[in-house]
């Protein structure tokens, strides 16, 4: 079976610095890319972040550029999320998802992604 295992999620207040990670466990599998999605209470999941291996390439959503970084290991899979200047917006479960296929540039959106984590929870104090 295969799973992603998220870890790091915590208090902060505003302005701090939180570094989430994200490793797969259980049947060794190749990603095509990895990202980072968010869901507030009551809210729909949301893309964060991700990160196309094949291409090197990474990819935020406007709310996070510029604060969130993202960084991994291909050969690993493991996927981390680097948030700095933290905002009580930024509030959420946190999940870690990954693309086994290719997505081609399609990789804002859930259904873009075969396996998920079960989600850490970030909470930003004002």
């Known amino acids: 079976q295969v799973q992603l295992v998220e870890s790091g999620g915590g208090l902060v207040q505003a302005g701090g610095s939180l570094r989430l990670s994200c490793v797969a466990s259980g049947r060794t599998f190749s990603t095509y890319a990895m990202a980072w999605f968010r869901q507030a209470p009551g809210k729909e999941r949301k893309f964060v972040g991700a990160?196309?291996?094949?291409?090197?390439?990474?990819s935020y959503a406007d709310s996070v550029e510029g604060r969130f970084t993202i960084s991994g290991d291909n050969f690993k899979n493991m996927v981390y999320l680097q948030m700095n200047s933290l905002k009580p917006e930024d509030t959420a479960v946190y999940y870690c998802?990954?693309?086994?296929?290719?997505?081609?540039?399609?990789?804002?959106?859930?259904?873009?992604?075969?396996?998920w984590g079960q989600g850490t929870q970030v909470t930003v104090s004002s």
């Open positions: 990160v196309v291996w094949s291409a090197g390439t990474t």
């Open positions: 998802a990954a693309a086994r296929g290719s997505i081609g540039y399609v990789y804002h959106t859930t259904g873009s992604y075969d396996v």
